[in-house]
């Protein structure tokens, strides 16, 4: 376990729309010893309430296609996440756009509905430890998203530093900047700096999206 809970089961409250769906994934959950259910919601529109009052470690949040936005025909909607609660998403072909802002909202982790319980506690335990797990499915479907070189200016591989293609490659390892820093033997601020300036030269706008430009570029290898 990690120290944010000093060894205990971490506690999961998971919500999901369909009562099926809700008592298949409670059944996974209890299975594993090292988590708790903290609390099983019908209904993951009400995620920010309950997480305010059951303070779970993790949220799990299983969401359907028919859960949709207005004006959306891929993605379902994202229910309010408050933002000091890790959650892990299980959802199938996410678009790009949904999945920028899934990870920008608090979303740690984005697993298919159909992922088994090893999946599922990888994703809930990296959460929980404030690191970013994607299913390889989610990663390609997003850098297929992302124009490619010819479409769009962006730097080559010769553009960037040693260290920067090394912290780029750590970024996409899910590590933090503290993380980082301390792998690397260097200031978090210079951490920063090299992320500000891959981001710049790369012409990406987020993190998530550098990875995907990394992939594309062959500096990070799925």
């Given at each position: 376990?990690?120290?944010?809970?000093?060894?205990?089961?971490i506690?999961?409250?998971?919500?999901?729309?369909?009562t099926?769906?809700?008592?298949g994934?409670?059944a996974?959950?209890?299975?594993?010893?090292?988590?708790?259910?903290?609390?099983?919601?019908?209904?993951?529109?009400?995620?920010?309430?309950?997480?305010?009052?059951?303070?779970?470690?993790v949220?799990?949040?299983?969401?359907?296609?028919?859960?949709?936005?207005?004006?959306s025909?891929?993605?379902?909607?994202?229910?309010?996440?408050?933002?000091?609660?890790?959650?892990?998403?299980?959802?199938?072909?996410?678009?790009?756009?949904?999945?920028?802002?899934?990870?920008?909202?608090?979303?740690?982790?984005i697993?298919?509905r159909?992922?088994?319980?090893?999946?599922?506690?990888?994703?809930?335990?990296?959460?929980?430890?404030?690191?970013?797990?994607?299913?390889?499915?989610?990663?390609?479907?997003?850098?297929s998203?992302?124009?490619?070189?010819?479409?769009?200016?962006?730097?080559?591989?010769?553009?960037?530093?040693?260290?920067?293609i090394?912290?780029?490659?750590?970024?996409?390892?899910?590590?933090?900047?503290?993380?980082?820093?301390?792998?690397?033997?260097?200031?978090?601020?210079?951490?920063?700096?090299?992320?500000?300036?891959?981001?710049?030269?790369?012409?990406?706008?987020?993190?998530?999206?550098?990875?995907?430009?990394?992939?594309r570029?062959?500096?990070?290898?799925?």
């Open positions: 376990m990690t120290k944010r809970n000093g060894g205990r089961a506690r999961v409250l998971l919500a999901a729309a369909s099926v769906r809700n008592a994934l409670e996974l959950l209890k299975r594993a010893p090292s988590l708790a259910l903290a609390g099983s919601l019908r209904s993951p529109l009400a995620v920010a309430q309950y997480a305010e009052q059951l303070q779970p470690d949220i799990l949040l299983d969401l359907e296609k028919e859960d949709r936005l207005p004006g025909a891929a993605s379902p909607a994202l229910p309010r996440i408050p933002g000091n609660f890790p959650a892990v998403v299980l959802i199938d072909e996410p678009s790009a756009d949904w999945t920028a802002h899934a990870l920008r909202s608090g979303v740690r982790a697993l298919p159909d992922s088994g319980l090893e999946e599922m506690l990888a994703a809930i335990q990296a959460a929980h430890a404030g690191l970013v797990l994607l299913d390889p499915d989610v990663t390609q479907h997003l850098a998203r992302i124009p490619t070189a010819a479409a769009q200016p962006s730097a080559g591989v010769d553009d960037l530093t040693s260290r920067e090394e912290v780029l490659r750590m970024l996409a390892e899910g590590l933090g900047n503290r993380e980082m820093a301390s792998r690397l033997g260097i200031s978090d601020h210079t951490v920063k700096f090299h992320i500000s300036s891959i981001l710049d030269k790369l012409g990406a706008s987020t993190r998530t999206e550098a990875v995907t430009l990394g992939i570029m062959g500096i990070i290898l799925l």
